[in-house]
């Protein structure tokens, strides 16, 4: 019997994201407490993962639908878009009236009713380009859905992140007090220099890869690889 716990996109948009965000708490972890180290911790840490995977899907689909940059099929479809040119709109046009009759608004002549059909037509879109044979879609909507769930919690992260970061250097400070700070630099263990660069590269990463403008990019592709399919319906 297979068993399939996650398919492809919860593994890429959702499980990856929820490692993305633990990972800096679970390297703190490895790196500072021994008994973490050990085969069966990492087994317990394993199984946590991936039982709480699923209130995290949950959570972080909602969350997700708070970060969405709009709906760039829709609007790439109307003439006012220089996105398409126009030559491959009016194909799209179409072929769109073709497949369904009830989109011929596409072409119509009042702005409202184009803007409402165009809002008509992404869903089924999006509907009708799930399968298997749009590999590329997939790609673009798995790599549009981790940066959309991660960038939803960034805001919460980056705060639990920083009191976490300060909790640590406040227990490295009363573990020390006995040292003068020259001497404690001078003596300073290697894994609290790995923890500091593990929190400096996540902050950097957090602030410069994790941004509006990637998560812009990122649904504009998913929205023109989802056009662009229309002529393999």
Same mark, same amino acid.
């Given at each position: 019997m297979k068993i399939d716990l996650f398919d492809r996109y919860d593994i890429r948009?959702?499980?990856?994201?929820?490692?993305?965000?633990?990972?800096?708490?679970? @390297?703190d972890a490895y790196i500072l407490v021994d008994a973490v180290r050990n085969?069966?911790?990492?087994?317990?840490?394993?199984?946590?993962l991936i039982a709480s995977s699923g209130l995290f899907s949950c959570w972080?689909?909602?969350?997700?639908?708070?970060?969405?940059? /709009?709906?760039?099929?829709?609007?790439f479809l109307l003439p006012e878009s220089s996105a398409i040119s126009t030559t491959s709109r009016e194909?799209?046009?179409?072929? @769109?009236?073709?497949?369904e009759p009830s989109f011929s608004g596409l072409s119509s002549d009042n702005a409202t009713m184009r803007k409402e059909t165009a809002e008509s037509v992404s869903?089924? !879109?999006?509907?009708?380009?799930?399968?298997?044979?749009?590999?590329l879609i997939?790609?673009?909507?798995?790599?549009?859905?981790f940066i959309r769930n991660v960038f939803s919690v960034k805001s919460i992260f980056l705060w639990t992140?920083?009191?976490?970061? !300060? @909790?640590?250097? /406040?227990? /490295?400070?009363?573990?020390? !007090?006995?040292?003068? @700070?020259?001497?404690?630099?001078m003596t300073i263990p290697t894994? %609290?220099?790995?923890? /500091?660069?593990? %929190?400096?590269t996540t902050y950097l990463i957090w602030f410069f890869g994790v941004t509006p403008r990637i998560l812009d990019f990122t649904a504009r592709k998913y929205a023109m690889a989802v056009i662009h399919a229309i002529d393999k319906l």
């Amino acid at each position: 019997m297979k068993i399939d716990l996650f398919d492809r996109y919860d593994i890429r948009a959702r499980i990856c994201a929820l490692i993305f965000v633990v990972s800096p708490f679970l @390297l703190d972890a490895y790196i500072l407490v021994d008994a973490v180290r050990n085969i069966s911790f990492t087994a317990i840490i394993t199984a946590v993962l991936i039982a709480s995977s699923g209130l995290f899907s949950c959570w972080i689909r909602y969350s997700g639908n708070n970060a969405s940059r /709009g709906d760039y099929i829709s609007e790439f479809l109307l003439p006012e878009s220089s996105a398409i040119s126009t030559t491959s709109r009016e194909r799209y046009w179409k072929k @769109l009236q073709d497949l369904e009759p009830s989109f011929s608004g596409l072409s119509s002549d009042n702005a409202t009713m184009r803007k409402e059909t165009a809002e008509s037509v992404s869903p089924w !879109l999006r509907e009708q380009t799930r399968t298997g044979e749009f590999k590329l879609i997939q790609e673009e909507n798995m790599n549009y859905g981790f940066i959309r769930n991660v960038f939803s919690v960034k805001s919460i992260f980056l705060w639990t992140f920083s009191i976490y970061s !300060l @909790l640590l250097i /406040g227990v /490295g400070i009363i573990t020390n !007090l006995d040292l003068s @700070l020259k001497d404690y630099l001078m003596t300073i263990p290697t894994e %609290h220099v790995v923890c /500091g660069i593990i %929190h400096i590269t996540t902050y950097l990463i957090w602030f410069f890869g994790v941004t509006p403008r990637i998560l812009d990019f990122t649904a504009r592709k998913y929205a023109m690889a989802v056009i662009h399919a229309i002529d393999k319906l």
